[in-house]
């Protein structure tokens, strides 16, 4: 069985509770059987600042580039707020994903049964629902040049933002979209504006190339990006992949991750490209809340997210789909026997906190406590 090198980066506040599950889920994979890792573990974020004074070290870089796989729990927090701005806990998160070239943000939208009344919808609209939005995250409108903010003659300012994409940048992403969705339901939603930005004229037709040319099994349809983001609330469970660029995905994936009800609930992986010689992706994987300086060391975080982060990571970066559908089928398994951290909790279920949860997975999987 192959080892995979796995790089544990906790960081601040509930990310070190949320990890400390995680822990537990891969103890249990190996003694299961079901995958081998070599785990190491480094500070990010404000927990590096403390040791090392910046928000990641090299030594910590380093082994982000040697790893097959990273998994993050969360930066950040108030006692961090007055350090020097290059070396605030984010600069830590910033500098891996730059380093490792992650360009390709996954962000499933899976509404459990169990949980879809949670939902701002109703559960007939998102019972079920399991898309992903594969965002661009390295280009577009927060990246390009100028970006600027001018005083004007006449005391007016003028601010300039600047959308823009290289066809190679679309590719890309447009590759790793079609490609997820070959494992999936077979169908890709494309979002951009092209009927009134040059840059979504250049998506449209680049994505359309690389379908024709590499991928004509898979179903393609265009949305524009207003219609999309309306479709998203009207008929959640058309989609199966949706790729977009930076702007228009970070709001859709926001739009997404609230129909299904609690940001403790989802997990992300960020990929960059393949390397020529090990032929490995570059992944780093984490949920999608932070540090949430208000609940931590209280043992109440919801550890849904980061294990089901590890599952992606299974999944996308070790190929052990059937075992990340486990771990899976497991946390339906506990929302459906009515175990519910504070945040998803509601009339009738029984409330644990972090390690109650993990301690509710785990046996679901079948391990000994
Ligand atoms: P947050 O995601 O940390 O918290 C938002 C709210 O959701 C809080 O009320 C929190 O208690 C709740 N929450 C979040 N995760 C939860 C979980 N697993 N279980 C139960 N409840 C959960 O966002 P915020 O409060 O805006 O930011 C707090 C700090 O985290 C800031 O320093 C921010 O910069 C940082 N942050 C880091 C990341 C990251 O590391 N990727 C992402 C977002 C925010």
């Not at 927990?47 to 004074?53: C, K, M, V």
């Not at 998203?232 to 058309?238: I, S, T």
Request: proline share 3%; with cysteine; net charge negative.
């Amino acid at each position: 069985m192959a080892t995979h090198k796995l790089l544990l980066l906790p960081g601040d506040g509930i990310g070190t509770e949320v990890m400390a599950e995680v822990k537990r889920v891969i103890g249990w994979l190996e003694s299961a059987g079901l995958a081998s890792f070599a785990v190491e573990e480094d500070l990010v974020g404000g927990a590096a600042y403390d040791e090392h004074g910046v928000a990641i070290s090299e030594e910590a870089m380093t082994r982000a580039l040697a790893a097959d796989a990273i998994l993050l729990g969360a930066v950040g927090g108030p006692k961090w707020a007055n350090v020097p701005y290059e070396a605030r806990p984010e600069a830590g998160l910033l500098r891996l994903r730059k380093d490792l070239q992650l360009f390709a943000n996954l962000r499933p939208a899976i509404c459990y049964p169990a949980l879809a009344d949670a939902s701002s919808l109703k559960r007939e609209l998102v019972d079920g629902l399991d898309m992903l939005i594969v965002r661009e995250l390295t280009g577009g409108v927060y990246f390009g040049e100028p970006k600027t903010i001018t005083d004007l003659s006449d005391g007016q300012k003028r601010a300039v933002d600047t959308q823009v994409y290289e066809s190679y940048e679309i590719e890309r992403i447009a590759r790793v979209a079609f490609e997820l969705a070959r494992t999936r339901r077979n169908k890709v939603v494309s979002a951009e504006k092209h009927n009134v930005m040059k840059s979504g004229v250049l998506w449209k037709q680049v994505v359309s190339e690389v379908h024709g040319a590499e991928f004509s099994d898979v179903a393609l349809e265009h949305q524009l990006a207003d219609s999309c983001a309306m479709q998203l609330v009207r008929a959640p469970k058309q989609f199966d992949v949706l790729v977009t660029d930076n702007l228009f995905g970070d709001i859709l994936s926001d739009v997404a991750a609230m129909l299904t009800g609690s940001l403790g609930m989802l997990p992300s992986a960020s990929l960059g490209g393949v390397e020529e010689i090990s032929g490995k992706r570059r992944a780093l994987y984490e949920p999608v809340h932070g540090a949430a300086p208000d609940i931590a060391g209280k043992g109440l975080a919801n550890p849904i997210a980061m294990i089901g982060s590890l599952a992606m990571a299974l999944r996308y970066s070790f190929g052990l789909g059937e075992a990340a559908g486990r771990i899976e089928a497991a946390i339906a398994g506990v929302l459906d026997k009515g175990y519910r951290t504070n945040d998803i909790k509601s009339e009738g279920t029984t409330v644990v906190g972090t390690s109650g949860m993990g301690d509710a997975i785990l046996a679901e999987l079948g391990a000994a406590r």
